[in-house]
């Protein structure tokens, strides 16, 4: 079945370590988009792309990281220079059609919990 | 940069009752997408809209662009539609997509 899969679902990290959450889609779009949710606030753009090896800052890039070495794979890395990293992560992916509106498609999310 | 505001927050209701959430933007958009996600966290994607009126099951999705609104209605509510419903909008020649904080929808059997 196409989707998107993230890995692992919930991660626990001590303070201090980086962190990397996978985020692979098999739906061959050609963007793919890292979100941050947390309590009571819409989801925010860390970080997308929208082709191999390009990536573009989203609205709050800082404390993270991204690689686009493959059309399926966009990995994220929480770094220690993240102040405040407990949240929800979620990874998004969607068509480039020229000329239409694609919708975007979304994984399952990645818990992460820094103690 | 657009501004999304849904309401209400939080909706309880009876089973079977017809539900409506509202979602208003401040800036002209190429698309308004509602998502639905539910306690595990994954979210789906319901529909997504530039004009009219789309229907799927119970799930009515309805957008006035003159007004900057748009509405999700779900007739004869089920517990199993228990979920945060979320609005989010794609401005002109942007890529990236701005989101409402949700609407928590619990359906009481």
């Known amino acids: 079945d196409g989707g998107i899969t993230q890995s692992p679902k919930y991660l626990f990290r001590k303070e201090g370590q980086n962190v990397t959450l996978s985020c692979e889609q098999n739906l061959n779009h050609d963007a793919m988009y890292w979100y941050r949710q947390d309590p009571g606030q819409g989801l925010r753009l860390i970080y997308y792309?929208?082709?191999?090896?390009?990536?573009q800052k989203g609205d709050i890039a800082e404390g993270y990281s991204v690689s686009r070495e493959k059309k399926e794979s966009f990995p994220l890395t929480v770094t220690s220079a993240q102040k405040n990293p407990t949240a929800f992560y979620l990874c998004a992916s969607r068509g480039l059609r020229t000329g239409l509106i694609d919708e975007q498609f979304f994984g399952p999310g990645t818990r992460l919990t820094v103690l | 940069k657009n501004e999304v505001e849904q309401s209400p927050q939080n909706l309880t209701a009876q089973e079977g009752e017809f539900i409506t959430i509202n979602c208003s933007y401040s800036?002209?958009?190429?698309?308004l997408h509602w998502l639905q996600q539910h306690p595990g966290g994954g979210i789906v994607s319901l529909f997504m809209?530039?004009?009219g009126k789309k229907k799927h099951g119970r799930l009515i999705a309805t957008i006035n662009i003159q007004e900057k609104h748009s509405s999700l209605h779900i007739t004869a509510s089920h517990p199993r539609d228990s979920a945060v419903y979320i609005c989010a909008v794609a401005n002109f020649g942007n890529e990236k997509l701005t989101f409402g904080t949700g609407t928590r929808l619990t359906i009481i059997p």
């Open positions: 809209l530039s004009s």
């Open positions: 792309s929208q082709i191999v090896n390009d990536f």
């Open positions: 800036v002209g958009i190429s698309a």
